[in-house]
């Protein structure tokens, strides 16, 4: 087994703690597109800290998570959802949503009429700097 794959399957090892804790916060919805009923996946927003932590996870349905790792295959009007989550009170959520529709107002003048409307604390701000996407 490589080392890298050694690790990864040590970090998804120590971030499926969290996962009744996730499942609850969530409702057992996706936290960013409210889907209930499908497959969900806890998602690590990067860059992951050295140790896992549960403020830096989110639950996630199989499209969101698609789209956000696979940014060719994204379908701009999916995100229309983010007009909720940009509001979430759950920071790690709030904070990924803001990520995902800064990238999709590159696009979208809808995306970014509502980018316009978001407010973020210094701290907030400091964290969204720090978020890698691919």
């Given at each position: 087994m490589?080392?890298?794959?050694?690790?990864?399957?040590?970090?998804?090892?120590?971030?499926?703690?969290?996962?009744?804790?996730?499942?609850?916060?969530?409702?057992?919805?996706?936290?960013?597109?409210?889907?209930?009923?499908?497959?969900l996946?806890?998602?690590?927003?990067?860059?992951?800290?050295?140790?896992?932590?549960?403020?830096?996870?989110?639950?996630?349905?199989?499209?969101?998570?698609?789209?956000?790792?696979?940014?060719?295959?994204?379908?701009?009007?999916?995100?229309?959802?983010?007009?909720?989550?940009?509001w979430?009170?759950?920071?790690?959520?709030?904070?990924?949503?803001?990520?995902?529709?800064?990238?999709?107002?590159?696009?979208?003048?809808?995306?970014?009429?509502?980018?316009?409307?978001?407010?973020?604390?210094?701290?907030?701000?400091?964290?969204?700097?720090?978020?890698?996407l691919?």
């Open positions: 490589s080392r890298s794959h050694a690790h990864h399957q040590e970090r998804a090892s120590g971030l499926s703690i969290f996962g009744k804790d996730l499942v609850r916060r969530s409702g057992a919805h996706c936290e960013l597109c409210d889907a209930h009923r499908v497959a996946h806890i998602y690590e927003v990067p860059p992951a800290p050295k140790l896992p932590d549960l403020n830096d996870c989110l639950m996630l349905c199989d499209l969101c998570l698609d789209q956000i790792e696979r940014p060719k295959r994204r379908d701009n009007n999916h995100w229309r959802c983010l007009n909720h989550a940009i979430s009170d759950v920071p790690v959520v709030k904070m990924l949503a803001i990520a995902m529709l800064q990238q999709v107002a590159e696009e979208e003048p809808w995306a970014l009429a509502l980018f316009e409307q978001v407010y973020l604390t210094d701290d907030e701000l400091r964290w969204q700097a720090q978020i890698t691919p």
